[in-house]
């Protein structure tokens, strides 16, 4: 039995407000600039400002042209598969990748809002793994742009628990408590696992 879940539209409103963010943040200095030559009003200055304009104004509308196609295409192609066992990530524009990650080597499942998740109404829960993560977040997975992040992460913690009952599943803002037996134990079922992949 499995459940295939995808971003709301509320991401992308959420990724063109990021890129509205972006661009008053590169246009302010240049505005900040304009008001300060309304009191100079030095000619060098302003040529200065006209130039600097025009140039970070193309800039952004190519920026705006390549991104938006991406982003449309990158949200698309996103797809979160809930298995028994395990949790399928689907991505990618070009390339497109399969990930899986099982229950069994799960940790936490933690819950992420940003500024903008908050003023959607959405949420992302990150999946963290006990082996080393090739992701610089720290987290082998996200499912993003979630409406009913709540009782999906509800849902995933109480599987979490039913997997690893000494261990008590974590949120970001909670202590990991595992005794060093456990961990050990951790560690030699995901060598277990190994060794059956290279044995085969």
């Known amino acids: 039995m499995s459940n295939t879940i995808r971003p709301d539209k509320l991401f992308y409103k959420k990724c063109t407000w990021i890129l509205w963010t972006i661009t008053g943040v590169i246009i302010f200095p240049i505005i900040c600039l304009f008001i300060l030559n309304l009191f100079i009003n030095?000619?060098?200055?302003?040529?200065?400002?006209?130039i600097l304009f025009l140039?970070?104004?193309?800039?952004?509308?190519?920026?705006?042209?390549?991104?938006?196609?991406?982003?449309?295409?990158?949200?698309?192609n996103l797809e979160f598969i809930i298995k028994d066992d395990r949790i399928t990530l689907h991505k990618g524009i070009l390339t497109k990748t399969q990930q899986n990650i099982p229950y069994r080597s799960v940790t936490d499942f933690a819950l992420k809002r940003t500024l903008y998740d908050r003023w959607l109404g959405i949420g992302s829960i990150n999946i963290q793994t006990a082996g080393q993560s090739h992701n610089p977040s720290g987290y082998e997975g996200s499912m993003v742009g979630l409406v009913d992040y709540e009782t999906l992460h509800n849902e995933l913690k109480g599987k979490l628990k039913v997997l690893h009952p000494i261990s008590q599943s974590v949120t970001t803002s909670e202590t990991l408590k595992q005794s060093d037996d456990n961990v050990l134990n951790q560690i030699l079922d995901e060598l277990k696992t190994i060794r059956k992949h290279i044995e085969k």
């Open 42 to 50: 030095s000619w060098e200055l302003r040529n200065v400002i006209v």
């Open 55 to 76: 140039s970070v104004a193309g800039s952004l509308v190519l920026m705006w042209l390549i991104s938006i196609p991406l982003i449309k295409l990158w949200i698309k």
